[in-house]
Nanobody, 128 residues
Framework: QVQLVESGGGSVQDGGSLRLSCAVSGYFYDKHCMGWFRQVLGSEREGVAAIDSVGRTTYADSVKGRFTISQDKGKNTLDLQMNGLKPEDTAMYYC??????????????????????WGQGTQVTVSS
């Protein structure tokens, strides 16, 4: 059973920083994709950043140069360092993971029958 648990959300002022972390259990790290998505109520979920098992990364244009994704295979965690936060970054942030996957640009190339797992989300609020 794969479980993803996010932490690190909160409220900050415009220009502030937060670090989100996703603890992964019951997961095989070979040939995987992991990433962060965000969603504002009433809008579609959008990709923020992703990383695969060989270290390829991709970022949404809106966060490039401000956010950094990283993974610690020893600790089974996925982190998102968010600097220079803006009010438009306010959203619920979700961690996601998929095995038998690699990144091709922004695309998660998954093998047939692959499941993508999701965490419960952590709220990030940036005030002006």
């Amino acid at each position: 059973q794969v479980q993803l648990v996010e932490s690190g959300g909160g409220s900050v002022q415009d220009g502030g920083s937060l670090r989100l972390s996703c603890a992964v259990s019951g997961y095989f790290y070979d040939k995987h994709c992991m990433g962060w998505f965000r969603q504002v109520l009433g809008s579609e979920r959008e990709g923020v950043a992703a990383i695969d098992s060989v270290g390829r990364t991709t970022y949404a244009d809106s966060v490039k140069g401000r956010f950094t994704i990283s993974q610690d295979k020893g600790k089974n965690t996925l982190d998102l360092q968010m600097n220079g936060l803006k009010p438009e970054d306010t959203a619920m942030y979700y961690c996601a993971a998929s095995s038998a996957c690699r990144l091709y640009g922004h695309i998660w190339l998954r093998g047939p029958g692959t499941t993508t797992y999701w965490g419960q989300g952590t709220q990030v609020t940036v005030s002006s």
